[in-house]
């Protein structure tokens, strides 16, 4: 028989994405609304290890949905993995009276948190929030809508000053070991090639890519890189490649680097944290645990951790297809 659960903890962890405040407080709205007690931890497991914490309510999280960052703080904790640093963290829960746990973050999250419920019997709930989108069992993870906004704007504008200049530019986003934030804005902004890790296409069809792009009369051109991309060591060696290989085009840089995983989420973005948040809390209140929510075909559903953990969420090869027909 599952344990009465009176006590919701709930946590941001890994890197940060536009959309964990109103997760967080959709976590805290949905515990007041069932009478349940909610403790937000700080800075994500290592919060957990030192006890710093703070008791949330419907009125605590006011304001917050608009709001980009996480006001719980974020984190990666080496102590966390640790029997030692799990066994403080356990303590801690059972001293503030944490029954259960919401855990946002990405894989290194529910790692942590399938771990630590084994251990310790302590029910967890997973909701994916990573601007990379590179979680198995969910169509979207919350961030990564506002992240492909964020990038859109930032080609387009690139693009204004690459046109007016005849110059190539390499965009680098963020991807280190999926590249479907580059696949997608790169088909939203018309980029002239897409370079990804799932697809290692090469230095000798980049180059004559861009030859053919230029005999079809293009003055100037877009390669939106992801920045686990295998063709080169990083993407201003791929830069002075095609300076030494191709005279035509003055060949520029741009990494957009962390302003991707900041500014205010998306509508999309702060609906997918709410149901999936609400979905978290009442899964705990059913005596569901160590599951993970996502949203596929529109639905939220639960799914376990191993599947997000162990499976791949593959990149859409129609869109690899689209890519090369329009920038032709």
């Known amino acids: 028989m599952a344990k009465e659960i009176r006590t ?10 536009p959309g964990m405040n109103a997760a967080i407080r959709a976590v805290a709205r949905a515990c007041a609304y069932y009478n349940v007690k909610c403790i937000g931890f700080y800075r994500g497991y290592q919060g957990m290890i030192e006890g710093d914490y703070c008791i949330m309510n419907a009125r605590s999280v006011r304001n917050i949905i608009s709001r980009g960052g996480t006001i719980l703080k974020s984190a990666r904790s080496k102590e966390f993995r640790t029997p030692e640093g799990r066994q403080k963290a356990a303590n801690h829960l059972k001293e503030a009276g944490v029954d259960a746990m919401v855990l946002i973050g990405g894989d290194g999250t529910f790692k942590g948190g399938e771990i630590f419920s084994k251990e310790f019997d302590i029910p967890v709930i997973g909701v994916p929030g990573t601007i990379d989108n590179d979680i198995a069992g969910t169509n979207f993870t919350i961030g990564y809508d506002t992240a492909l906004n964020t990038v859109i704007g930032a080609i387009d504008k690139i693009r204004d000053t690459a046109s007016s200049h005849d110059r190539l530019f390499f965009i680098e986003v963020m991807g280190r070991d999926a590249g479907f934030i ?46 686990g991309d295998k063709i080169g060591k990083n993407v201003y060696e791929l830069a002075d490649y095609v300076t030494e290989n191709l ?32 979905k978290a809390v009442e899964l705990l209140l059913d005596g569901e645990k160590n599951v993970m929510v996502g949203i596929l075909n529109n639905q939220i559903v639960a799914s376990s951790f191993d599947k997000g953990l162990k499976e791949v969420h593959e990149i859409n090869k129609e869109l690899l297809r689209i890519s090369d027909i329009l920038s032709t």
């Open 8 to 17: 919701i903890g709930v946590m941001t962890s890994g890197g940060d994405a």
């Open 247 to 278: 005279q035509d085009y003055e060949v520029k840089v741009t990494v957009l680097g962390h302003m991707q995983r900041g500014g205010s989420p998306t509508c999309f973005d702060r609906t997918l944290a709410s149901r999936l948040c609400v």
């Open 182 to 227: 580059a696949l997608n804005t790169g088909v939203g902004a018309g980029a002239e090639e897409i370079l990804i890790p799932e697809e290692d296409l090469g230095l000798d069809r980049l180059l004559e890519s861009l030859k053919r792009s230029k005999r079809s009369g293009k003055s100037s051109s877009i390669v939106v890189v992801s920045e």
